[in-house]
């Protein structure tokens, strides 16, 4: 779970090194390439890493619960 975050975090970055290579201009979204939209890219990977938090977090606070049914 927690190696989840820098590989998301990764993924950011590459999708916005496409978003300075691949557009026109800084405010396109809309890769010239592949035809993705970059900024949806990047918005679903915050969102990822966000979620995996909450779950580390959740999984952090009933450790005691899991691990007493053998879960």
């Keep these: 779970m927690i190696i989840l975050i820098p590989i998301f975090y990764f993924g950011i970055i590459n999708t ?3 978003l300075k ?3 026109d201009s800084p405010t396109e979204c809309i890769s010239k390439i592949t035809g993705d ?3 949806d890219s990047i918005s679903n990977l915050k ?3 966000y ?3 909450v779950i580390i977090i959740l999984l952090i606070i009933f450790r005691n619960k ?3 049914n053998g879960i």
């Design 21 to 23: 290579y691949e557009t």
């Design 47 to 49: 969102t990822l890493i």
């Design 51 to 53: 979620s995996d938090i």
């Design 66 to 68: 899991i691990s007493k």
């Design 37 to 39: 939209n970059l900024c």
């Design 16 to 18: 916005m090194v496409s």
